[in-house]
């Protein structure tokens, strides 16, 4: 289908019908006409772009990030200002944020004085909290009005707002005192107080609420429209959930890549330049590498067992990854619990006890398999592990409790730690849980084995 | 705040205050009433939800799915009919699948025929699509209405729609024609025509449309609400941004915990049983144990070469984690370019371009590392590796740039190959491709070691 409207759109723009192209354009949905403008490329862009008119800003504003940051530096200062005048509050601070604060005052300057300082008091809100995210358009009403006054006072006022699904009833000062559906105004009765139309229960973020903390009053409330306010209760904007359901699906990117040990992009996956994407990848994979390096070291340290049982050496792999998948197992379920709010930090001990149950019952069913699989392949004459087989057998079932209770006791807590030391728990992600839990696996296993088989093989 | 209100509420219960319990309750967002009712443990709950009356649908709705499945089985069966009574038709619907059906269809049973029979309808379509979790409660104009009819319209029959944030024009025949926000309505000139105020680009979706892919129509088109059609276009219901927000956190939580190696909780990690969790954990746990017994068998086959070359041994889980983590690096970004619809299964070729080329250089210098690090510690004496611990360190160079580009394009092409034979693509989870490419890392190391190092110490 897309490809179809590209096609119609290309054809449009050769044949330089200008007046279908434009009547084409309006009729559809600027998220769609975002879409298409990615596949047009640059040549037919600048055209569609001019004759887009006044849906200029809100096309803009559904534009990819790198498409956007493109467009700023190719396009000539005063439309540039005039897109970003057309605007909704919200997306112009989400622009004006990613451009280097000359070039973002510079914009600003060229709105209309009012504009311009309230872009200001918007980017002067800390990065990732409500206070920067909201709109200040929104239609407020005062309580004292009555249902017939409120709507007329909403005909007069509301095509500014960001939306009207939500009105709210407002001080003189300022305090917000309630919000309302549109849908509950029209339904009352027009000679009541807007006041007495109220819905129960009024939810408001304050200005510093970080992001992660406002998509979960969204998710718990299942609001459209959640107000702003400063510490007194002074409505400042609102956050719509359009928006919100953006930041969940960037929050879960996050989450994602973090998980696998990836520094977030902050693009697309095909909107990443190969050098950037290597760039990015190899920064953590360093890391971890230089933390595996300690493996060589251990196995450095065991290399007289190694060589005096060679059969040990053969069990390694499996060991290690045992640990490693049971951590990352347990690491994935702790971060989003803890992302969701389902775990908070004093939960970590209640954690602890229930991994340190799983780790060892899980250990303890691993264990049994690897024991089965040495004697089976032993008495199948598959493979000959030497006359103390069933040692070495037992030594890899001991060794397993061990390691996977570890590897689930550090995946579960790591996540907790990071989260008290103020950093993302997410951090703690998979690939750097089994690189911490390979090391100390090593050094399980070969205890064990210093246990059980010293005087047989060792 | 949350423990100060239970704490108000359990001394209502406890001097048998009811009439001002059930005002305090009734004040509350239904939302937080639910989550103080998760805080109060069984005592008061019964008492509580008998004081809640007609809120008690929307509460319930609010419980978490384990809560609910408690209350489900312990209420009586008319106080429950009432409750299943008073929820919206989506929210029941979420209800009922999850019962078994001879129990669902006698809640069913207990409604009034009407809502009976639209029940069913919904839980006859599939689950996860539009069709099953759309509300068929929504606000229908027709085409020949002015503004004015429109408004009255809606104050005749409003009350009983999910939203009232969007209408819908629908000819007779039930065909849908356009969607108006109410707020438009209110806007516009009252002797106008419904169909002159609509919003361009009518967005709807299809009933069999897959929660995924309704997912990303909201994010796409930020709306409050969408449509559901048929195949010609016939109206059936409408799905709200808010329980898509819940879908979106959903998805992702199924994707985080896949990409950890395990099974999709089907509740917070705190509400399930010890016994559940380590069942869930078990099946995959084993089966990736299973997959790592591969590397004993590897092992194994270069038993003489290990028993020659003990400094073969040391860098096994170096060379081996390195292919593991640069493999769920790759998976985790594909994975979720995938969900997002970034990349679609026709772009495979350019990402194996982009993956080979990213393995390689991230191979190169992970292997430059690793071959620095050997030479350092033999000529700082802190380690021997032999006479030939250059062919060594260039065993492991070598190695890492194959076991680094093979992880790389293992994480990055499995996740294509199972979502064109039909899977998730979030299957191909790090543990995963850790598994595989252990066992293919270990392969590609002894033969390196093989090539390099025959004549010398091999």
């Known amino acids: ?80 200002a005039r897109i970003i005048g057309q605007m909704t509050s919200d997306d112009r601070t989400r622009i004006l944020e990613e451009l280097p604060p000359p070039v973002a005052h510079a914009l600003l300057g060229r709105l209309p004085p009012s504009e311009m300082k309230r872009g200001l008091v918007l980017l002067g809100y800390p990065e990732n909290t409500a206070g920067r995210y909201m709109n200040p358009d929104y239609v407020a009403l005062r309580p004292d009005m009555t249902v017939a006054q409120a709507l007329a006072h909403i005909r007069q006022v509301g095509r500014r707002a960001d939306t009207l699904n939500v009105v709210y009833v407002v001080e003189k000062d300022g305090r917000l005192v309630e919000d309302v559906h549109l849908g509950s105004l029209v339904l009352a009765d027009p000679g009541a107080q807007v006041t007495d139309v109220v819905d129960p229960g009024l939810v408001s973020l304050l200005d510093e609420t970080p992001r992660e903390e406002v998509l979960r009053f969204f998710e718990k409330y299942d609001r459209v429209a959640l107000p702003v306010t400063d510490k007194d209760g002074h409505m400042l904007g609102i956050i719509t959930v359009d928006d919100v359901l953006d930041v969940a699906e960037e929050e879960a990117t996050k989450d994602i890549h973090m998980m696998g040990g990836v520094e977030a992009l902050d693009a697309p996956y095909v909107q990443v330049d190969l050098l950037s994407m290597i760039r ?79 780790g060892v019952a899980l250990g303890t069913a691993l264990g049994a398999i690897g024991f089965g699989r040495i004697v089976i392949w032993q008495g199948l004459h598959f493979t000959d592990y030497g006359p103390h087989y069933l040692s070495v057998a037992l030594t890899v079932w001991f060794s397993l409790i061990g390691v996977v209770s570890f590897g689930t006791l550090a995946g579960s807590m790591l ?15 998979a690939p750097f849980v089994a690189t911490l839990v390979d090391v100390t696996g090593l050094v399980i296993y070969f205890q064990v084995a210093a246990l059980l088989l010293r005087g047989l093989i060792l």
């Open 1 to 80: 289908v897309e490809h179809k409207r590209v096609v119609e759109l290309r054809n449009l723009l050769e044949s330089q019908a200008w007046h279908q192209l434009r009547h084409a354009l309006a009729e559809q949905h600027p998220a769609d006409v975002a879409e298409l403008l990615g596949h047009m490329g640059g040549e037919g862009e600048a055209v569609i772009f001019r004759l887009l008119g006044r849906h200029r800003g809100e096309v803009f504003a559904y534009l990819g990030p790198q498409h956007q940051r493109r467009l700023l530096q190719e396009t000539e200062p005063r439309l540039l």
């Open 415 to 429: 996540p907790f730690l990071l989260r008290s030391l103020g950093f993302d728990p997410a951090t703690s992600s």
């Open 280 to 358: 990015k990848r190899a920064g953590w994979l360093s890391a971890l590498f230089l933390g595996e390096m300690l493996t060589a070291s251990a196995m450095g340290y065991y290399e007289a067992e190694i060589a005096r049982a060679v059969v040990l050496a053969l069990f390694v792999p499996l060991i290690i990854s045992s640990g490693g998948n049971s951590g990352s197992q347990a690491a994935s379920l702790v971060i989003r619990a803890l992302a969701l709010n389902e775990l908070t930090l004093k939960d970590w001990m209640r954690v602890f006890r229930r991994e340190l149950l799983s």
